[in-house]
């Protein structure tokens, strides 16, 4: 079993010193959905909402979120991120959303891919509550990554 990097020996949270890793381009992908009722859903799909575009909305809900990963997480590193992508896509049962971040850097960004989804589902669910409150945030998860030392993952 690995060791758990965010304690020290003694048990004590550390935020890890990448300070001696190498710099390498790392992108994470990750994904998540929100489930609705068809009235919701319908009430998405024509677009007419008093809040704004809800699909554009919870892009950008998306990208600001990944740029406060380290604010949000407390031993994220702060990373200067090179792009984030959000992309929302509207499913039978709701909606799908998958984030794409990317950085050079000597740490992964697979919290911010994460966080970017995250919020964009949120997003979604507070412009909607109105018109359903059972909504469901669901499945969110890591899908890939590539760069530094653990190097390729993918689901």
């Known amino acids: 079993m690995s060791e758990l990097t965010h304690f020290d020996k003694d048990g004590r949270v550390n935020m890890v010193d990448v300070g001696g890793k190498a710099v390498t381009e790392r ?12 009235s919701a859903l319908a009430h998405l799909k024509s677009g007419e909402n008093k809040k704004g575009d809800i699909l554009t909305i919870a892009e950008l809900a998306g990208i600001m979120g990944a740029k406060k990963t380290s604010e949000l997480i407390p031993l994220c590193h702060p990373l200067p991120l090179t792009s984030v992508k959000v992309e929302l896509t509207i499913s039978e049962i709701g909606v799908d959303i998958t984030a794409r971040a990317k950085t050079k850097g000597q740490t992964g960004v697979e919290m911010e891919a994460l966080t970017a989804v995250s919020v964009s589902c949120l997003t ?32």
């Open 124 to 155: 979604v669910y507070d412009m909607l509550k109105a018109v359903d409150k059972d909504m469901i945030i669901t499945d969110i998860e890591l899908m890939e990554k590539t760069g530094g030392k653990s190097g390729h993952y993918k689901k």
């Open 27 to 38: 992108i994470a992908i990750a994904r998540g959905s929100v489930h609705m009722s068809a």
